[in-house]
């Protein structure tokens, strides 16, 4: 089954890192992306800029409406991303656990699914 984990983050917590912490912390991900990758359970992953750098679009009534980041009203950012397929959701929380990020930031687990259901 596939899963999704997000990396939830608190909005400027990098900015509180040294460069070598954030280093580390990136080190630390993605030691354990290969980890996954090694296991077979690892689709996708990326690491995602600052919402600083992001812009939301909508559209209503045919008119596009473009906010820059960062978005005041967010108190938390997605800073990444792993795509998983694993045998359960049992599972998808397991690996979740073992992310580093779970120490400093809230990981999100979704199946993959309809938005209909």
């Not at 509180?16 to 954030?22: F, K, N």
């Not at 690892?42 to 600083?52: F, G, I, M, R, V």
Request: net charge negative; hydrophobic share 45%.
């Amino acid at each position: 089954m596939p899963y999704l984990m997000l990396i939830v983050e608190p909005r400027g917590q990098r900015a509180e890192r040294t460069p070598a912490e954030g280093q580390e912390a990136y080190a630390q991900m993605l030691r354990y992306a290969e980890g996954l990758q090694a296991r077979g359970l690892l689709a996708a992953a990326e690491s995602l800029k600052s919402d600083a750098e992001g812009v939301r679009l909508r559209v209503r009534d045919g008119q596009r409406t473009l906010v820059d980041g960062p978005f005041a009203e967010a108190k938390e950012m997605i800073g990444g991303f792993f795509l998983l397929t694993t045998d359960s959701r049992d599972e998808a929380l397991a690996l979740a656990a073992e992310c580093p990020a779970a120490q400093w930031a809230t990981v999100e687990v979704r199946e993959l699914g309809p938005c209909f259901l």
